[in-house]
């Protein structure tokens, strides 16, 4: 009896060993196939544009979530308390989604103090508006704060539809496409908004 369960293991061994060889066949001629996508990965393929785009949207953003930070303490309308927070927990995480791009294409990434207040064309607030708008108050706040996040909104649009005409990643290009969606919806709500705000 022991001879015949030793000729079973053996065979059992056998199938085995067969098997995983049948698999690693199948891997191996895949194999091609795996590094040609691998080389689409967002290390590995972007141009200019793509540095650009992600160079200049985060500190883009950055300037958005310190606004929203500053509306979730000052404004007084829900609804601007409302937009601030969605626009802060968007932002967010998409800064941290282009930092790690950044560094995995060996491209330093933009400092909160790098501050991107003379980027021309792109939305951003100054320096005298960023303190202007600190120092308003009461539905004054929640009116300048709306147009220029509008403004701010519309000079994304702008640098998210330049990298999808010239950019060439994947990933920053479906991100572009994102922003540009969310951001118009959120134009939009904006301006509905701006109707309903007292004047002063």
């Known amino acids: 009896m022991k001879h015949?369960?030793?000729?079973?293991?053996?065979?059992?061994?056998?199938?085995?060993?067969?098997?995983?060889?049948?698999?690693?066949?199948?891997?191996?001629?895949?194999?091609?196939?795996?590094?040609?996508?691998?080389?689409?990965?967002?290390?590995?393929?972007?141009?200019?544009?793509?540095?650009?785009?992600?160079?200049?949207?985060?500190?883009?953003?950055?300037?958005a979530?310190?606004?929203?930070?500053?509306?979730?303490?000052?404004?007084?309308?829900p609804a601007v308390k409302k937009l601030a927070a969605a626009i802060e927990a968007a932002q967010d995480p998409e800064i941290k989604l282009m930092s790690g791009w950044l560094t995995s294409w060996g491209k330093p990434v933009p400092s909160?103090?790098?501050?991107?207040?003379?980027?021309?064309?792109?939305?951003?607030?100054?320096?005298?508006?960023?303190?202007?708008?600190?120092?308003a108050k009461g539905a004054m706040f929640d009116r300048m704060w709306t147009q220029m996040m509008i403004?701010?909104?519309?000079?994304?649009?702008?640098?998210?539809?330049?990298?999808?005409?010239?950019?060439?990643?994947?990933a920053s290009i479906a991100l572009a496409k994102k922003i540009q969606s969310a951001q118009t919806t959120e134009i939009a709500t904006m301006k509905r908004l701006l109707g309903q705000l007292p004047v002063s």
């Open 4 to 63: 015949v369960y030793r000729t079973t293991a053996a065979c059992a061994a056998a199938l085995i060993t067969l098997t995983l060889a049948g698999c690693g066949s199948d891997d191996a001629g895949s194999m091609p196939g795996m590094n040609h996508s691998s080389s689409s990965t967002p290390a590995a393929t972007y141009n200019d544009a793509d540095v650009t785009f992600t160079t200049q949207m985060i500190p883009h953003h950055q300037q």
């Open 65 to 77: 979530v310190q606004m929203a930070g500053m509306a979730g303490y000052q404004a007084t309308t």
């Open 112 to 135: 909160p103090e790098h501050g991107g207040h003379n980027m021309s064309g792109d939305g951003m607030m100054t320096e005298e508006e960023m303190s202007e708008l600190g120092n």
């Open 151 to 170: 403004k701010h909104h519309q000079g994304a649009i702008t640098m998210a539809k330049t990298e999808q005409t010239n950019g060439k990643n994947p």
